[in-house]
């Protein structure tokens, strides 16, 4: 099995949400198909740790989604210099690193999501990077790809990826 422990971060709600989506999908198909567990907006680090060290009794395999993770991590200043304050943890992720330190029940995968305007950095995402889950989804950089310019093979692929999930069986010219 795969890395039983992903976090997708991405300044872009709808790229957040289309990564975590594939993830998701990726694992429950892995397990069996079966269907994710996505757990409250309200739920906190003590909750989660609780969850993943838990196996249920009527699920042997189980896909807990946690959408949003903003606040367990902190978020570096942007840059140039910004007079702003750094965004910081406002919620302390140490009952989940500590869960992922040990290692989660065997049979349950995490997906966790976070909109940050830049990379993360901070305990949970060096706990998640160092199981190999850890994935930053950024924006194409300047120009757009939907403006006219030469795209990056980078931009291309991901250009070409939404593009794909959007109309399907479409053909596009490569221009």
Known sequence: ???????????????????????????????????PEILSESLTPE???VELCSPSLFAPQRVLVVPEVRTWIDIPRRSPPDPRPREEAVV??????????????????LVMGACCH????GALVDAVDDAGGFRWQPVPESPKPWEDAV???????????LLEKA???VQFTPE
């Open 118 to 121: 830049s990379k993360p950095k």
């Open 92 to 109: 302390d992720a140490a009952p989940v690193v500590q869960v992922l330190g040990e290692g989660i029940a065997d049979g349950i995968a």
């Open 47 to 49: 909750d989660l740790s």
């Open 1 to 35: 099995m795969s890395t039983p422990v992903h976090l997708v971060a991405s300044s872009d709600d709808f790229l957040l949400e289309e990564a975590v989506g594939e993830t998701v999908r990726a694992i429950c198909a892995e397990f069996g198909n079966i269907d």
């Open 151 to 161: 795209l990056s093979k980078e931009q291309e692929a991901m250009l070409r990826k």
């Open 167 to 169: 109309a399907g069986g």
